[in-house]
């Protein structure tokens, strides 16, 4: 399926554990890895401390020399070390592009971290800007399998929610996974504020199952056999909660969807599911 792996990193906890768990599916399913490294340089910085560019050059390169013996050590697979200069996010699209990557695998944050309301700005950047899917892994170092056995995967109908259940399905043909497909009901009062009546209700649900019975058709021609699952309520929270109490293991999602939005930006429900999940999420693309 996912057949060359680049994953952005820069020795954060979160970058090791991105790391780790492509080396695993590597390992497990085959492939090529790829490991990026960037160094930015900004020019008013250098023009005060020059010698500061060829000493971060020079713990770059060692960084990426370190980890890649660590990694052909510890998993038994090849690995190729990329040192780039330029800013994070750009080297690794541009870098993604020219191996012909199939998938980028990050952490939620970088070594920089941010408050945990907020994603990177790199790993951000680089989902709402790549061309493939990107997956995001938040979870300790040893946690990270690189296999997946129970997947949830948000539904509303949109192309953007078939597109991860397509992927969905085909990560569930590789490792036997159990496939959940969840939709979330919006709350009525809050979309028109007034009160739902029974027969209001009534139509909501006899919806969300036509789209639910629509997703188990489309698994189905993917040769799967789905669960479902209705919830009422804000979409973000409610995958979060469906996917604590199931245990999953990934989440599979498209970059917009649940009405949709700018494709300059990302979808809001996609970026809350990324930063409340404990698991890793899958955007795809």
């Known amino acids: 399926m996912y057949k060359t792996l680049l994953v952005g990193y820069d020795d954060s906890k979160y970058s090791k554990a991105a790391l780790i768990e492509a080396a695993n599916w590597v390992r497990s399913h085959g492939g090529k890895l790829f490991l990026a490294h960037a160094v930015f340089f900004d020019t008013e910085e250098f023009g005060i401390a020059p010698e500061q560019q060829e ?3 020079k713990i770059g390169g060692k960084l990426c020399q370190e980890t890649k013996e660590k990694i052909v050590s510890e998993f038994g697979i090849e690995v ?4 780039c200069e330029g800013e994070p996010p750009e080297v690794i699209l541009d870098v993604a592009e020219g191996k012909n990557a199939d998938l980028i695998v990050m952490g939620t944050y970088g070594r920089r971290g941010l408050n945990r309301l907020l994603m990177g700005s790199v790993t951000s950047r680089v989902i709402v800007n790549s061309k493939i899917d990107v997956l995001v892994v938040k979870k300790p170092c040893t946690e990270c399998t690189g296999s997946y056995k129970s997947i949830l995967v948000p539904f509303d109908g949109s192309a953007f929610s078939k597109n991860a259940l397509k992927r969905a399905c085909q990560l569930s043909k590789i490792d ?4 959940t497909v969840l939709y979330s009901m919006p709350r009525y009062e809050e979309m028109v504020e007034f009160f739902m009546t029974s027969s209001i209700r009534k139509s909501m649900m006899q919806e969300a199952e036509k789209i639910l019975d629509a997703a188990k058709s489309f698994a189905s021609e993917q040769g799967i056999t789905v669960k479902t699952e209705i919830r009422e309520g804000s ?5 979060v909660k469906v996917s604590s109490g199931l245990k999953n ?3 599979v999602i498209g970059t917009y969807g649940w009405r949709g939005v700018n494709k300059a930006i990302m979808g809001s429900t996609t970026e809350r599911v990324i930063m409340n999940a404990k698991c890793p999420v899958l955007v795809v693309k």
């Open 55 to 57: 000493k971060r050059l």
């Open 80 to 83: 190729t070390s990329l040192l």
């Open 176 to 179: 036997s996974s159990e496939v």
């Open 235 to 239: 979409p973000s929270e409610e995958i």
């Open 249 to 251: 293991d990934l989440i």
